[in-house]
């Protein structure tokens, strides 16, 4: 892959998220069944996503570790998401877009999980 030019002439990197996001809602039609807009929804609350596995999980550095002082910052991140979530499947782009791909959207983009080494005990 290369670097690419986004809309506002600002270079995007070949492995971003964004690039990552766009290709895979090439993959799934999605624009076939939403706005420019509902897009960005859908980004933003795929990206904070990302941000919950990486706090939940402890990928975000510290050794893999997750103390109990950054707990106000999982929350944080946490809540993000559920708005973005929120916003994002309460727009009306998304009430004509068929079941499979609602499912579709749910397990590749705002699949957030903790893995069973880091449930509390």
């Not at 893999?64 to 009306?92: H, P, Y």
Request: charged fraction near 25%; hydrophobic fraction near 40%; proline fraction near 2%.
């Amino acid at each position: 892959m290369h670097d690419d030019v986004n809309r506002f002439g600002r270079v995007v990197p070949a492995q971003s998220f964004k690039r990552r996001f766009a290709v895979i809602a090439d993959r799934l039609t999605l624009k076939c069944w939403l706005s420019e807009v509902d897009l960005a929804r859908l980004c933003k609350a795929a990206f904070c996503a990302a941000l919950c596995n990486i706090c939940f999980n402890g990928l975000g550095g510290c050794g893999g570790k997750i103390g109990s002082s950054r707990e106000t910052n999982r929350l944080e991140v946490e809540r993000g998401f559920m708005a973005a979530c929120a916003d994002f499947w309460q727009s009306t782009g998304t009430q004509k877009i068929p079941e499979d791909i609602k499912a579709s959207i749910c397990r590749i983009f705002l699949n957030v999980f903790v893995s069973e080494e880091n449930l509390a005990t």
